[in-house]
């Protein structure tokens, strides 16, 4: 007899299997007795934003890419939390009034609406300085220099804050196609590039190699989030849906349509798998050559 | 005959001596050949925030025991900026409306003023992200792992972000002066500090022998602003003046009055000079014992 239940996809699997050690890990990264002289009124918040049911996906291509490239997750795990903690500290921060003006946030109040706008601004604050302390904090010297400097670089001015600037400075002008692609690249799809470089260098590995993968899956994600964002309710979403058009957002559905949306996501497919084909992965190929299609049919 | 030239006392003069070298190198890692990527809308208020008139305390302080510990400046240089960035992105955040609402800094607009709030938000994020990345770019990989670890602590939450948590909390409450020194140790004393450790880090001391020091010449700066805050006027000062006071900010003068303060500042002046002898410095004897003095006597 067939089964009717809904198979879960290679990635699926994968994210599921490494949630809860990510969840734990980053439960324990804030726990009391880690931080004793922080105080409850910051770190509440904190938890609040990184605790809260996020998918996990960038410490999850952290740990997959570190394993695909022969090394172990556990020397992953201090990268891997760092990436969620900077991507934590982000949407409190985007989500602020006087940046996306957002209420809605996983499903729950964004920190400034459950706190207060000042609390949010600490709280993002100190969820940045905790990444960075969190990847200067392994034994391997040499791993964690190089680490800080790849996820600050993904993070930074060049990266996410950059694409974050040029996101708002495009707000109801029409950019073209490479200009939102530019963009994105740089607000979203950095950081979700340095979580697998970060893998790769905690296995001894030449990130670099994944560069081409890693652009494909990161413009997908935006792509997705775009098609996302033009077709759900709220409810869905568990953010403000159809935020980004009526906010004149600079987004790949505005500039070429649903369809057309659709077909670039196709072609990033087959661009992250033929990506793949080079790299051939010690491990993972399966979950690697689903995450495209993991993330082209994601509901939220 | 005698000089009617007012003599500058001996930090004072090493104060001179580094600030263009700090200034140079800052003004370096933000030009745009440096960051070519970064959106020309971020990067104006980041130097605007940077650049302007500070008095690189704090990167004096880490070039100063870098030296003092028998190192060299340029070893501890790439530590000195990033405490600056450090200083200067909380500058940004405590200035916002939701914050402080600060409308001066260092005599002009501040940088939610002159810009936009959201620009202020990015430009802080930028600017802490930039102070991890440039400690993490340099070459000893040792060295950079360490002072990272060191930096976050000072500047995150259980430092200078968690102070600025407990400050906000506190106004208004009549803390008494445990707790006032608590909070402002940690806002302002923790990255104080750190500048030290990270300049005796350089020069591959132990930045536990400055400790006592250290952590005088914090309390010492935060009730000499204290104190200044409450006896300038706002032309003086290059910001709003008495605006502690009037914002019921808990501050050494609130507690004990000017005269208490003055009072407690010369007990921090004579445990610095008692630390100061259990250190024996290499170099610099002259610049560290007068530091102390310099700030009892800065009026800015």
């Not at 990266?159 to 400075?169: F, R, Y």
């Not at 697998?196 to 792509?223: C, D, H, K, N």
């Not at 849906?241 to 790949?252: E, H, N, Q, R, Y």
């Not at 996501?265 to 495209?292: F, N, S």
Request: a negative charge; one cysteine or more; aromatic letters at 4%.
């Amino acid at each position: 007899m067939a089964s009717v239940v809904k198979t879960k996809s290679d990635f699926g699997r994968w994210l599921a299997s490494v949630r809860p050690i990510v969840d734990d890990a980053l439960e324990a990264a804030l726990a009391p007795t880690q931080l004793p002289k922080v105080p409850q009124g910051l770190l509440e918040p904190m938890a609040y934003a990184l605790l809260g049911n996020g998918k996990r996906v960038r410490p999850a291509l952290c740990l997959l890419v570190a394993e695909a490239c022969g090394g172990q997750a556990k020397t992953a795990l201090p990268a891997a939390l760092a990436c969620e903690m900077i991507h934590a500290y982000s949407l409190i921060h985007d989500d602020l009034p006087c940046m996306d003006d957002d209420e809605l946030r996983r499903g729950r109040p964004t920190v400034h609406v459950k706190f207060s706008e000042a609390t949010a601004v600490l709280a993002g604050d100190a969820l940045q300085t905790l990444a960075f302390q969190t990847v200067a904090a392994q034994s391997d010297s040499r791993l964690a220099a190089v680490q800080v400097r790849y996820l600050a670089h993904a993070a930074g001015p060049a990266g996410m804050v950059g694409g974050q600037m040029l996101d708002m400075d495009c707000e109801g002008q029409n950019p073209d196609l490479d200009l939102v692609l530019q963009l994105h690249g740089a607000k979203t799809g950095a950081l979700l590039s340095a979580s697998m470089y970060l893998g790769a260098l905690a296995a001894g590995a030449e990130p670099s190699a994944w560069q081409t993968y890693a652009a494909s899956v990161g413009r997908l994600f935006q792509i997705t989030d775009d098609i996302i964002d033009a077709t759900s309710t709220t409810a869905e979403l568990g953010k403000t849906a159809g935020k980004d058009s009526s906010a004149g957002k600079a987004t790949v559905v505005a500039v070429l349509g649903l369809e057309g949306a659709r077909e670039l996501a196709a072609v990033e497919v087959a661009a992250a798998l033929g990506a793949l084909e080079e790299i051939q992965p010690a491990l993972h190929y399966d979950e690697l050559a689903d995450l495209p299609r993991f993330l082209g049919t994601r509901s939220t």
